[in-house]
């Protein structure tokens, strides 16, 4: 993060819906980017960018291709991905930090870029909880149990969750509350 604070890039296809994501923000951060699909997104990203609010269904480059560039660049900033696509298991995969289902409320929108801007001081164990987290919320929200408890992927996942909390609460005092606040975001 720069000294005069968060870099936030907001990328959309739907040139509409990019603005009115940078309008809200910039009433609460200097610098917010917009870029209009996967390629100007890749020809706009680099180390400056702290968040990137991401959406899915792009017709150059879907946001999961994005982000597999941005994550093969060695890019270390926090990636939101924001779309209307309902998530299925193939986002166990993936290597966003969280997964807002559109429409999103302003405050969710806010809650979710504080969240990742403050994960950011943490170390990568906290970041990969964090985006567990987010994946089995999003997952819960959008599956049957049964279809839940019946997937591999989604039972490592919990187990992972797991693990990372015993050690996350071995070495955090406030984890807690820093947690509360992350699984408060209405991620649907």
């Known amino acids: 993060m720069s000294d005069q604070g968060p870099t936030v890039l907001v990328v959309d296809d739907e040139q509409q819906v990019a603005d009115a994501y ?13 870029a209009y699909g996967g390629e100007e997104a890749l020809a706009t990203v680099d180390e400056s960018v702290d968040v990137v609010l991401l959406d899915r269904r792009m017709p150059d480059y879907s946001g999961g291709e994005v982000l597999e ?7 270390d900033c926090s990636v939101i991905m924001v779309t209307a696509v309902d998530p299925d298991f193939d986002i166990v995969d993936m290597p966003f930090d ?17 969240q990742q801007l403050v994960g950011q001081t943490y170390d990568d164990e906290m970041d990969e909880y964090f985006a567990i987290v987010s994946k089995i919320g999003v997952l819960e929200a959008q599956k049957p149990s049964y279809e839940l408890e019946d997937n591999e992927q989604y039972q490592e996942l919990k187990e992972r969750a797991e693990e990372l909390r015993g050690n996350l609460d071995q070495t955090v005092q406030d984890f807690d509350d820093v947690e509360s606040a992350f699984s408060a975001i209405d991620r649907n």
């Open 98 to 114: 969280d997964y807002l289902c559109k429409p999103v409320e302003k405050e969710a929108l806010f809650d979710a870029i504080e």
């Open 69 to 75: 560039q941005m994550r093969e660049r060695g890019l």
């Open 22 to 34: 940078a309008l809200r923000l910039q009433m609460e951060y200097d610098d917010v980017r917009k």
